[in-house]
């Protein structure tokens, strides 16, 4: 027999797998690629941040890594610079589980911000040191601010949806363990 939690974790580390898939295959279309256009929100780094922050068990180090990686691969970046520093961010965020947990939304949401931004600039930073070229900044930057505001949508639809949801303090799941 599969005990049941650790199917609900396998369950949900396939659903984590086939969102970040549909994501990456989303950012493959040419829709809207419009060079005077906005660009987008990162959503599979909003989806990401959001199901660590609720369940880390679903998302191991080694599964981040393999998406993120995927996508630099797919996307034509430098690979693993934004997967190092999605590395970075998502084991501050799984080493201050404790913390957020007991944070209001609107605290969550201005720390997941705070990261981003710190995302960001040290991507562009590391592009600076290399002398790569890059896009210009108020564009690139206007992609960290749509991420930020579209962060609550991510964490509303997951819980609705997905059923990713913050366990509660001293809440336990079927089998009578603490979550």
Request: hydrophobic share 60%.
């Given at each position: 027999?599969?005990?049941?939690?650790?199917?609900?974790?396998?369950?949900?580390?396939?659903?984590?797998?086939?969102?970040?898939?549909?994501?990456?295959?989303?950012?493959?279309?040419?829709?809207g690629n419009d060079p005077e256009g906005l660009p987008g929100p990162d959503l599979l780094l909003c989806v990401t941040f959001?199901?660590?922050?609720?369940?880390?068990?679903?998302?191991?180090?080694?599964?981040?890594?393999?998406?993120?990686?995927?996508?630099?691969?797919?996307?034509?970046?430098?690979?693993?610079?934004?997967?190092?520093?999605?590395?970075?961010?998502?084991?501050?965020?799984?080493?201050?589980?404790?913390?957020?947990?007991?944070?209001?939304?609107?605290?969550?949401?201005?720390?997941?911000?705070?990261?981003?931004?710190?995302?960001?600039?040290?991507?562009?930073?590391?592009?600076?040191?290399?002398?790569?070229?890059?896009?210009?900044?108020?564009?690139?930057?206007?992609?960290?601010?749509?991420?930020?505001?579209?962060?609550?949508?991510?964490?509303?639809?997951?819980?609705?949806?997905?059923?990713?949801?913050?366990?509660?303090?001293?809440?336990?799941?079927?089998?009578?363990?603490?979550?």
């Amino acid at each position: 027999m599969v005990d049941p939690l650790r199917r609900d974790v396998l369950l949900h580390r396939g659903l984590y797998l086939l969102v970040a898939l549909v994501l990456l295959f989303m950012k493959l279309l040419p829709l809207g690629n419009d060079p005077e256009g906005l660009p987008g929100p990162d959503l599979l780094l909003c989806v990401t941040f959001c199901w660590l922050l609720r369940r880390p068990d679903y998302l191991p180090v080694l599964l981040i890594a393999a998406v993120f990686l995927l996508e630099d691969l797919l996307l034509m970046r430098p690979p693993g610079l934004w997967t190092a520093l999605v590395l970075v961010g998502s084991e501050i965020l799984r080493s201050r589980i404790a913390l957020t947990r007991e944070l209001s939304f609107p605290l969550e949401w201005l720390f997941i911000g705070l990261l981003m931004t710190a995302m960001f600039l040290g991507y562009r930073l590391a592009f600076a040191v290399t002398l790569l070229p890059q896009v210009a900044f108020g564009f690139a930057m206007a992609q960290v601010v749509a991420s930020i505001v579209v962060y609550p949508v991510v964490v509303w639809l997951s819980k609705l949806v997905l059923g990713v949801h913050k366990p509660g303090m001293g809440e336990v799941d079927d089998m009578g363990r603490r979550l």
